[in-house]
């Protein structure tokens, strides 16, 4: 156990809608990073937070926002979901922003779009 | 981000140690090499991570050439519940240092 809590675990929704994941990083933990994993892009970075503020972007659609918030949980919202949305999406948690902590998985959110 | 290259799979029997290679000849002397294991499409899962030297921990072994440019982990007795995809991943030292995951070495172990 990584000490990563995502929820849902898994999400079945229709195109068009909007789905909220959420995400509590390990106790101590103040950065929060956000990842999608689908069958043809493998692990893919989103988007990242340290201590509420946002501190790396990746490949994050403008459909997509996330937020950190005081009490350190994240969430990640997609909206105007599409069929290709379908994936796996893991949130990770480290102490600080440098390489030298390693981040650490939850068990992610199945999303499937239909 | 240095890239690094690894042998997309590997065999190893239950109780001999699995050595996993990973080439990263362009690492540069600030970046750190991370090791990852996804079971299935549970969460990638820490292993270990080094900068220079060797480093050891309950559940593996990283060992870094002197150059940098490779480094090897090492299971030291697989068993069937070590099979995975592993992750041999460089990362920058500086703030805002993200993981980037490549394919990585699917492992199999058998009786």
């Known amino acids: 156990d990584s000490g990563v809590t995502q929820t849902p675990k898994h999400l079945i929704t229709a195109t068009g809608q909007r789905v909220t994941l959420r995400c509590s990083p390990r106790?101590?933990?103040?950065?929060v990073y956000w990842y999608q994993q689908s069958l043809d892009q493998g692990l893919q970075f989103l988007i990242q937070?340290?201590?509420?503020?946002?501190?790396a972007k990746g490949n994050i659609l403008e459909r997509f926002s996330a937020q950190q918030f005081p009490d350190l949980h994240s969430e990640l919202n997609l909206s105007s979901l599409e069929l290709g949305d379908s994936a796996l999406y893991f949130c990770?948690?480290?102490?600080?922003?440098?390489?030298?902590?390693?981040?650490?998985f939850g068990n992610g959110t199945r999303l499937t779009v239909t | 981000d240095a890239k690094t290259t690894q042998p997309p799979s590997m065999d190893c029997a239950e109780g001999r140690a699995a050595n996993l290679p990973c080439n990263h000849s362009t690492i540069s002397g600030n970046e750190y090499v991370y090791w990852y294991r996804q079971i299935h499409s549970q969460g990638p899962q820490y292993i270990i991570h080094g900068l220079k030297n060797n480093e050891t921990n309950e559940m593996a072994s990283l060992i870094i050439t002197e150059d940098r440019k490779s480094s090897t982990l090492i299971l030291p007795h697989a068993t069937l519940r070590d099979t995975a995809v592993y992750y041999c991943?460089?990362?920058?030292?500086?703030?805002?240092?993200?993981?980037?995951f490549g394919t990585g070495t699917r492992l199999q172990v058998t009786l």
């Open positions: 106790s101590g933990d103040l950065s």
């Open positions: 991943i460089v990362r920058p030292s500086g703030t805002a240092s993200k993981l980037t």
């Open positions: 937070y340290y201590n509420g503020e946002e501190r």
């Open positions: 990770a948690s480290s102490v600080g922003t440098g390489g030298e902590s390693p981040l650490h």
